[in-house]
């Protein structure tokens, strides 16, 4: 069994909190007895949504001889603990990450408004179809014949 590195994972942790916090993103380092260190940086804006539930964690893990900071999965969602830049790469993830989360909402709020608005299919035809210019896109058009 391998020993683990706990001060080392750690300091490099607390180290990329610091520089993150340069670049003016929040940051919270965990030190969890019995598990592995780790940085967590919410994905939301805690004041427009309430507290955030979305969070990106980013583990410090020694590959050979090299300290490398690694978050989601993927040989992509990794830099050398040792680059200059490192800070920077990461603050540029999670903004990439953050944009993609806001997009996700905006669409799922847009999907359930254009949901609340239509209107129920009344019984009074046959053959109810909307027509072209009724049309939502995303929304369903539902019909029914009897």
Do not use: C, N, Y
């Amino acid at each position: 069994m391998r020993m683990r590195d706990v001060g080392a994972e750690a300091g490099h942790l607390i180290r990329l909190a610091g520089e993150l916090h340069d670049l003016g993103l929040d940051s919270v380092v965990r030190l969890p007895p019995h598990h592995e260190p780790s940085m967590e940086i919410p994905l939301a804006d805690d004041t427009a949504t309430g507290p955030a539930t979305e969070r990106m964690r980013i583990t410090a893990t020694r590959r050979r001889r090299t300290w490398m900071f690694t978050w989601g999965r993927g040989r992509r969602r990794r830099v050398p603990a040792t680059t200059p830049d490192a800070a920077r790469l990461i603050a540029a993830a999670v903004h990439a990450t953050r944009t993609a989360h806001a997009t996700q909402r905006a669409v799922t709020t847009e999907a359930a408004q254009v949901a609340r608005a239509a209107k129920p299919l009344s019984d009074a035809g046959d053959v109810q179809i909307a027509h072209a210019t009724q049309a939502v896109p995303g929304a369903r058009v539902f019909w029914r014949a009897r």
